[in-house]
């Protein structure tokens, strides 16, 4: 992409019975795959708000706390998100608290990246020539 998205959400699945996937909650992802899907989506969108949404309630702390880790950068607060239930603001804020994080106000430029100066990401093009 010329350009990269603003935001990307990273939901986990809500089971919701009566839903095809509801009834077998089984193939809900795991810290690991929310881990994996976080940190692939930081690496190829260094500049993009990377956003728990969805299914974030399904997560103990220390779990959500890697996802941060991982490359998360957002949330979505406030008492409802489409279907699914978000923690409380306190509890949220108690969270950055205890883990450091700090929060920049909405609709603001990212904060910049402490390693800004020692990381480089350079984008490429390879042509490639199929023969018939």
Known sequence: ????????????????????????????????????????ARIVMPR??????????????????????AGANSIFNGDK?????????????ALFKRLGLKGKPAHTEALESPLKDRVMIQHTTKEVQMQA
Request: glycine share 6%; aromatic share 6%.
């Open 48 to 69: 993009t708000m990377v956003r728990l949404s969805a299914g974030r309630l399904s997560f103990s702390e220390s779990e959500q706390s890697m996802m941060f880790m």
């Open 1 to 40: 992409m010329p350009e990269h998205p603003e935001s990307v959400p990273i939901n986990a699945l809500v089971a919701i019975d009566g839903t095809p996937l509801g009834d077998d909650p089984t193939d809900a992802p795991t810290i690991w795959d929310m881990g994996r899907m976080i940190a692939t």
């Open 81 to 93: 998100l489409l279907t699914t239930a978000n923690p409380a603001f306190d509890a949220d804020q």
